[in-house]
């Protein structure tokens, strides 16, 4: 997993500090089987802290290990797990500095403590986690803190969102029960409330502990051998997100003359990966088609994206919409008419969701609920229930039967749209309004929207899945989706395991 993640802290003299950092560094040669000391450059091991600090003044409560490092190293996977103070590269230090000034100043949740994103594809994506330590000598009596992830893929890092919080809130979960035990102890010998209030109240002004040394983060938590520990927890969060979580290439953007090697890749200075594009491709495509040929096998060799701009251009514009509203969200989609007409309409528009949620029925003999199928097609002479909020019905006149001057396509449906369309229903119909998109690339176009909202459904669905609700609304607008994209994610996560891991 191609993340940074560091431990931030508040200090009351020098303001948001990063004291801990943990880093992946891999090699490549797959060739070599020989066991290596450190899978990264040399000379990271060898730079200073004190040359990447630039001369700055730190007191105790800013410094952490000093130009001690912690190694970990997975010798299958030729990997290691680098932990300083600071970052050892220049660049990452820059950025994860920036990053540790935002966590603990403007960007922070709604609760203080809690969870949020920021970042931009400058300054890298970032996924901070705010909390508290309770320390007797602090203003306030507890020290601020916050873990940062630093990724550059934003979208990567949006996917890990669970895994990531789940596992960050154990180790602040421990972190607070040391930093508690310590804080009880304390007061326990001398309330500090007290000594204040009595100090206070002398005459001599305020309480002052400006004459106090700043305590280290050890001391806050009484744990000797607290860096170690946070190693070894960050070391497990970034193997354990390199096996479970694997970037791919989205399968449906790719043709089958398309091939592409990943095998190419090249690791940059600062450790993050690069795949070149431009190299030659071996990538053998599993994509199952087959229940899709199956169905749709009469049409299969008409473009999709000609037939929904050709269903657009006969119903008109808010016609389609409800069309294209009631396919995205859940809404069953009644398709009668001839047989090759009611295919194609069938084809197009149930393409537009993600297979896992597709349940088409091209030729029912009868109709069927909207539990069984969200697409269906009967012929004229089947008996189909009246238009009502949960069937859309698409009625197509065949040729003889029409009227002069009348639509030969007709959509009815009892239901409203809302105020505010999905956003995916938004950029659907201004790509299919743009003239200067052809059908090869719209199609793409429409792939690539299709995985970017079956995505954000899952990680909805994982967080819902593990009993964050509380976390949703937040991390929907990490996402770039509203109160208003709700219902088709819904929709969209009934394709998925009912308790994701």
């Known amino acids: 997993m191609n993340a940074v993640i ?202 002052n502990n400006s004459n106090k040394q700043l305590r280290t983060f050890s001391d806050i938590t009484n744990e000797k051998h607290v860096f170690i520990r946070i190693h070894m927890w960050l070391v497990w969060i970034l193997s354990a997100g390199a096996r479970h979580f694997i970037e791919i290439f989205p399968m449906s953007l790719l043709d089958d003359e398309l091939n592409y090697n990943l095998d190419h890749q090249i690791e940059t200075e600062d450790g993050f990966t690069l795949v070149n594009a431009k190299l030659p491709v071996n990538l053998t495509l599993n994509s199952n088609e087959s229940e899709t040929t199956l169905e749709f096998s009469e049409v299969s060799g008409k473009s999709t994206t000609v037939i929904l701009r050709g269903l657009r251009t006969v119903l008109g514009k808010d016609q389609f919409r409800q069309l294209l509203y009631s396919s995205l969200t859940g809404v069953q989609i009644l398709v009668r008419g001839p047989n090759t007409q009611r295919l194609e309409s069938l084809y197009g528009l149930s393409s537009l969701i993600p297979r896992a949620c597709r349940r088409v029925k091209t030729q029912a003999t009868e109709y069927m609920d909207p539990n069984k199928c969200n697409f269906i097609g009967v012929d004229t002479s089947v008996a189909v229930p009246l238009p009502c909020a949960n069937v859309c019905r698409l009625d197509i006149m065949a040729d003889e039967h029409k009227v002069e001057n009348s639509s030969s396509h007709i959509v009815r449906w009892t239901g409203t749209l809302p105020l505010k369309l999905p956003t995916l229903l938004i950029k659907i119909e201004k790509s299919l309004e743009n003239e200067k998109l052809g059908n090869s690339t719209l199609k793409a176009h429409f792939a690539a929207l299709q995985e970017e909202w079956a995505n954000i459904a899952k990680v909805v669905h994982a967080m819902r899945g593990r009993g964050h609700s509380g976390d949703l609304s937040g991390l929907m607008l990490s996402l770039g989706a509203g109160p208003h994209d709700k219902k088709l994610l819904d929709t969209w996560s009934m394709g998925l395991p009912p308790n994701p891991a």
């Open 6 to 207: 560091a431990l931030c802290i508040f200090c009351e003299s020098h303001g948001p500090k990063v004291i801990f950092t943990t880093q992946t560094y891999r090699n490549y040669d797959n060739q070599s089987t020989e066991k290596l000391k450190f899978y990264g450059p040399r000379e990271i091991l060898k730079r200073s802290q004190n040359v990447v600090e630039d001369g700055q003044h730190e007191c105790e409560g800013c410094q952490s290990i000093g130009n001690v490092k912690y190694l970990s190293n997975e010798h299958e996977t030729r990997t290691s797990f680098l932990s300083a103070q600071q970052s050892l590269t220049q660049d990452i230090w820059c950025l994860l500095k920036h990053a540790c000034f935002r966590s603990l100043s403007c960007e922070v949740h709604p609760g203080k403590e809690g969870v949020c994103y920021f970042g931009d594809e400058y300054r890298g994506h970032v996924l901070s986690h705010t909390f508290t330590l309770k320390d007797a000598q602090a203003r306030g009596f507890r020290k601020w803190c916050s873990f940062i992830v630093f990724m550059r893929d934003k979208q990567f890092l949006l996917n890990m969102w669970p895994f990531l919080v789940d596992n960050l809130k154990e180790v602040i979960r421990e972190l607070q029960d040391f930093a508690e035990k310590k804080y009880n102890a304390e007061e326990a010998e001398c309330p500090q409330r007290i000594a204040r209030l009595s100090t206070a109240n002398s005459g001599s002004g305020s309480y």
